[in-house]
């Protein structure tokens, strides 16, 4: 590794991260809407203690992938944040020593 690695930000790398960011929360979302009709269905005949405990469970799995999909959506805000940050901080040196 070289000095010029050390300072290198590699903006491709930075935009596939955001993108397969975005794939993945697409793909969360699409089982997700998968998973709670199933379960929905599910409790269409399902009655007593264990469905009950079933929804609850549910209920709580949905609240932990909800605190998921925050935190994706932060990432990818400060990613592309970052991004921009860094396509102007290498334009205004491109322009300072051509």
């Known amino acids: 590794m070289t000095s010029d690695d050390a ?12 993108e397969d960011l975005a794939r993945f929360a697409t793909a969360v979302d699409e089982r997700i809407q998968t998973l709670d009709k199933r379960v929905d269905d599910l409790h269409l005949v399902w009655t007593g203690a264990g469905a009950v405990a079933h ?10 992938v909800k ?15 970052s991004h921009s940050a860094f396509s102007g901080l290498q334009e205004h040196q491109r322009k300072m020593w051509p």
């Open 7 to 18: 300072d290198r930000i590699e903006l491709a790398a930075v935009e596939r991260f955001v």
């Open 55 to 64: 929804r609850d469970a549910h209920t709580q799995w949905r609240e932990g």
């Open 67 to 81: 605190d998921i999909r925050e935190a994706i959506v932060e990432i990818r805000r400060a990613a592309n944040r």
